[in-house]
C-alpha cells in the first residue's frame, strides 16, 4: 500500500473507534441515584443498598470494532496502537453489559488493573505501594510532625477559584464549573466542564490540586484531543488510557507542589478498599472502615460507593478503576525520567496529544512524523516551561540514583544519639494559625 493510502486507513479505523467509543460514557453509566446514599444513612449504615443495574447491549460496539479491525494491517506500530485501542473499547462494552455480576469485576481487571496486579516491567504493585504509603502516613501521624487537615473551602470557594484559573488558562475554551448535588466524588472534569459536589468541603490546598489534576489534564488532553481531526479517537478517555491519564493528572499535582499527604492517604486508601472487596467485604463492611479514616459519613459512603460501582453489592468482585491512580502516577513519573535521561523530551511532549495511553508514544510519534497529529495546544504551566522541567528532571534523576541504604544507613547512625525533639504542638498551633478561616 502506498503512503497516503496508510494514512487514509488510520484515518478511518481512528474515526470508526471514536464513534463507537463516545457513547460509553462508563461512570455516567454506572453512576446512583441520591436517595441510595440518603437511604442507606438514615438505617444508620445497617441495610445494603440496592442500586438497580442497567447493562447496555454490547454489540453496536462489537460491530464498530470489528470494521476498524478489518482496516487494519497488523506489524505496523500504527496499526497495531490501534488495534489495542480497539481491545480496550470492546472491553469496556463488554464490561458495561455485565454490570451487577461477577464478570463485571473481570473485565474491569483487565482494563484498569487490581491490586495485586503487578505494573508494568516491574514486580511492585498498587497494593504495595498502598501498604507503603499507610505504613508511613500512620509513622508520620504518630509523630505529629503533619496536622489535621482543615476543611474549611466550600464548593462555592472552589469554584469561584477555578474559574477564574481556568479562564486565564484556557481563554475561549475554559472549561464550565458547575456545582451539582450528587457526584461520587469531590470533583469530576469532562473537556468542557468541571463538576464539584455541593456539600463537599476543602482544605486550602484542594483548590490548586483540582485545577492541576482535572483542568490541567484532564480539560487540557480532551481539549488537545479534539483537535485531533486525523485522529479522533484521541479526543475519547475509555478504560484503556484511565491509568496513563489518572496517572498523569497525580503527577502535575505532586510537580505543582499541590499533592499534600491527605491526598495521598486518600489515594492509599481506596485501593486497600478495592482489595478489601476483593478478599469479600461486602458494603457495609468497607463503608464501616471508612468511617473510621472519613470525615462525616457522607464522604466515607462516597468512598465506599466509588469502589462497588456496577458490582455485587455483597462482595467479591469490584470496580478497580481507584488501582489506576497510583500505579499511573509511578508509570508516568518514571516514563518522563527515563524519557528525559534517553534525551527524549519531544517524546514527554506527545502526552499532552490527547486521551492516551503511554504505550501509545511510538504510534504517535509516527503519525506526528506523516502529519496527523498536531502538537498540542493545552500544557500545564509546569510543563511549559523548559528551566522549570529540565532543573526538576535534572535533580529528581540524579538523586534517584544515589543509594539511599548507605546513606539511611549513615544518618540513622547519627540520629541514634541524637534525643527525640517533640515539635508537634507547635508545628500543628502553626499550622493552624496560618490557615486562613472560610469565606
Not at 111 to 134: I, N, S, V, W
Amino acid at each position: 500500500m502506498t503512503y497516503e493510502a496508510d494514512n487514509e486507513r488510520f484515518r478511518q479505523s481512528a474515526k470508526i473507534l471514536h464513534d463507537v467509543a463516545k457513547p460509553m460514557r462508563v461512570l455516567s453509566a454506572l453512576a446512583w441515584p441520591a436517595e441510595l446514599r440518603e437511604r442507606f444513612l438514615e438505617s444508620g449504615g445497617s441495610r445494603l443498598p440496592q442500586p438497580e443495574f442497567h447493562p447496555i447491549d454490547p454489540a453496536p460496539v462489537l460491530e464498530g470494532v470489528a470494521a476498524a479491525r478489518r482496516l487494519l494491517q497488523p506489524g505496523s506500530i500504527v496499526d497495531d496502537w490501534l488495534e489495542s485501542e480497539a481491545s480496550c473499547i470492546e472491553a469496556t462494552a463488554r464490561m458495561l453489559a455485565s454490570v451487577g455480576t461477577p464478570e463485571f469485576h473481570e473485565h474491569s481487571r483487565s482494563l484498569y488493573g487490581g491490586p495485586d496486579k503487578p505494573l508494568r516491567f516491574d514486580p511492585a504493585t498498587p497494593l504495595h505501594l498502598a501498604q507503603r504509603f499507610e505504613e508511613s502516613l500512620s509513622g508520620l501521624s504518630d509523630s505529629k510532625l503533619v496536622p489535621p487537615p482543615v476543611r474549611n473551602r466550600t464548593s462555592t470557594d472552589i469554584a469561584d477559584h477555578l474559574r477564574a484559573a481556568v479562564g486565564e488558562h484556557f481563554g475561549d475554551s475554559a472549561p464550565e464549573i458547575l456545582i451539582v448535588d450528587e457526584l461520587s466524588a469531590n470533583a469530576v472534569a469532562s473537556t468542557s466542564r468541571i463538576k464539584i459536589r455541593r456539600d463537599a468541603m476543602f482544605t486550602t490546598k484542594d483548590a490548586s490540586q483540582l485545577l492541576n489534576h482535572e483542568a490541567y489534564i484532564h480539560v487540557a488532553t480532551g481539549l488537545n484531543g479534539r483537535a485531533q481531526t486525523d485522529i479522533p479517537i484521541l479526543a475519547i478517555g475509555h478504560p484503556g488510557t484511565t491509568r496513563t491519564q489518572e496517572g498523569l493528572a497525580v503527577y502535575s499535582e505532586y510537580v505543582s507542589g499541590t499533592l499534600g499527604l491527605d491526598r495521598l492517604r486518600r489515594l492509599a486508601e481506596r485501593i486497600l478498599g478495592v482489595q478489601m472487596v476483593c478478599e469479600g467485604a461486602d458494603f457495609i463492611e468497607l463503608y464501616r472502615w471508612f468511617l473510621d479514616r472519613s470525615p462525616a459519613p457522607e464522604q466515607a459512603f462516597e468512598s465506599t460507593r466509588r469502589i462497588f460501582r456496577g458490582a455485587p453489592i455483597t462482595g467479591g468482585s469490584p470496580f478497580t478503576k481507584d488501582c489506576t491512580y497510583l500505579s499511573g502516577f509511578l508509570a508516568v513519573s518514571t516514563f518522563i525520567r527515563a524519557a528525559f535521561v534517553a534525551g527524549r523530551a519531544d517524546a514527554v511532549a506527545l502526552l499532552f496529544s490527547g486521551k492516551l495511553d503511554l504505550w501509545s508514544v511510538p504510534a504517535l510519534a509516527e503519525l506526528r512524523s506523516r502529519g496527523l497529529v498536531i502538537p498540542a495546544q493545552f500544557v500545564p504551566p509546569w510543563a511549559s516551561d523548559p528551566n522549570w522541567i529540565l532543573s526538576h528532571l535534572t535533580l529528581s534523576t540524579f538523586m534517584a540514583d544515589v543509594d539511599l541504604g548507605s546513606v539511611a544507613e549513615s544518618v540513622g547512625h547519627l540520629l541514634n544519639h541524637s534525643p527525640r525533639v517533640d515539635l508537634g504542638d507547635r508545628i500543628v498551633g502553626a499550622a493552624a494559625a496560618a490557615t486562613p478561616s472560610g469565606s
